[in-house]
């Protein structure tokens, strides 16, 4: 009972725990910023430009790359691609 207290108190959880937000730390946070809030790239978070966008011009801009941005469709499955785009849309709220 005491533990899950404890969890509860903690939060959700980590990185760890989510397989798409692990995708975007290893393969898009030092473009895009820890917390999505951009850097060489543009921001990714709730305000932004990619929030109104469609699942589908994510997808396409993660695997085919965009102007200054690799794509990963060499590197990546459909199913991490759809991870990545979950995370973004979880913290993007949308």
Do not use: K
Request: charged share 20%; hydrophobic share 35%.
């Amino acid at each position: 009972m005491l533990w899950a207290i404890v969890l509860a108190a903690c939060g959700s959880g980590s990185a760890d725990d989510n397989p798409g937000e692990q995708l975007y730390q290893r393969l898009c946070a030092s473009c895009h910023g820890v917390e999505l809030e951009g850097g060489s790239g543009p921001p990714l978070g709730p305000d932004s430009p990619s929030a109104g966008r469609s699942d589908a011009t994510l997808r396409e801009a993660i695997t085919e790359g965009m102007v200054g941005m690799p794509g990963f469709g060499n590197s990546l499955n459909d199913e991490q691609v759809g991870l990545l785009v979950e995370f973004l849309r979880a913290r993007q709220g949308t």
